[in-house]
């Protein structure tokens, strides 16, 4: 096997990659198992979401300023859309449920007959204001 190593220069570093992986394993688990890690992990993840809420902050004032839509205005936006559309299909079920074909649709019953003009033969087409 020795012989292999001196002969494969491939394998040789093989070895060297493998033996490093596992000493830089045992080194990272060592270190991030403590207390002390857990804490400044902690501390990173607050001051970096503490950092992105003032740059959204700085960020909306700035697109206010210049007149120009946030992406929380889109969103809002998009969901006052989402809400017209859905009452606009209900709208159109009922109007397609109540919709009945002409032909079986019931009219009133016509009471008043076009007066006839018995000079022209034809009906007045006059209404109440053209009369005046």
């Not at 902690?42 to 503490?50: R, S, V």
């Not at 859309?81 to 109007?95: A, F, G, N, S, T």
């Amino acid at each position: 096997m020795a012989d292999e190593r001196k002969d494969n220069p491939g394998a040789s570093f093989s070895e060297l990659v493998t033996q490093w992986e596992r000493n830089f394993d045992a080194f990272a688990n060592q270190v991030m198992g403590t207390e002390a890690y857990s804490q400044a992990m902690n501390e990173m993840q607050k001051t970096q979401l503490g950092y992105q809420r003032a740059f959204s902050e700085m960020m909306a004032q700035q697109l206010a300023a210049m007149n120009i839509p946030s992406r929380e205005d889109f969103v809002q936006l998009m969901d006052m859309l989402r809400q017209m559309d859905r009452r606009l299909e209900k709208i159109e079920e009922k109007v397609l449920l109540n919709d009945k074909p002409a032909s079986k649709r019931k009219r009133p019953a016509r009471t008043k007959q076009p007066q006839v003009n018995k000079d022209e033969g034809k009906s007045e087409g006059k209404s109440e204001g053209e009369k005046k």
